[in-house]
């Protein structure tokens, strides 16, 4: 992650909780910014795969919070997830999951 973007990303974390979204999910703002980060990383990373071997588990805008503590489990704790050696996720890309996984849990 560039020092830009770590900024970018520093000062919306500080806007969420300034503005108290801890209450809920917003449907715009800070949030739905780091959402969408993260979706992109899953959809260019893991739906394809998915669409073939798991179904039921291709990821969407709408149902990748019900998948926040699997893909916390999978991609960043045991690092199980993307199979295969030529998939691996870049650091900023895992940061964009572990940062939207950290905001979901805080505002849930």
Do not use: D
Request: proline content about 4%.
């Amino acid at each position: 992650m560039n020092k830009s973007s770590l900024f970018y990303l520093l000062v919306l974390l500080l806007i969420m909780a300034a503005e108290g979204k801890a209450q809920g999910l917003p449907e715009e703002g800070p949030y739905l910014f780091l959402k969408e980060q993260a979706f992109t990383v899953l959809k260019n990373n893991c739906n394809n795969c998915h669409q073939k071997m798991n179904p039921k588990k291709v990821f969407s805008l709408e149902n990748m919070e019900s998948f926040a503590a699997e893909i916390e489990e999978q991609a960043i704790i045991k690092k199980r997830m993307p199979l295969g050696f030529w998939n691996k996720l870049e650091e900023e890309e895992l940061n964009h999951l572990k940062t939207w996984i950290k905001s979901y849990k805080k505002s849930k």
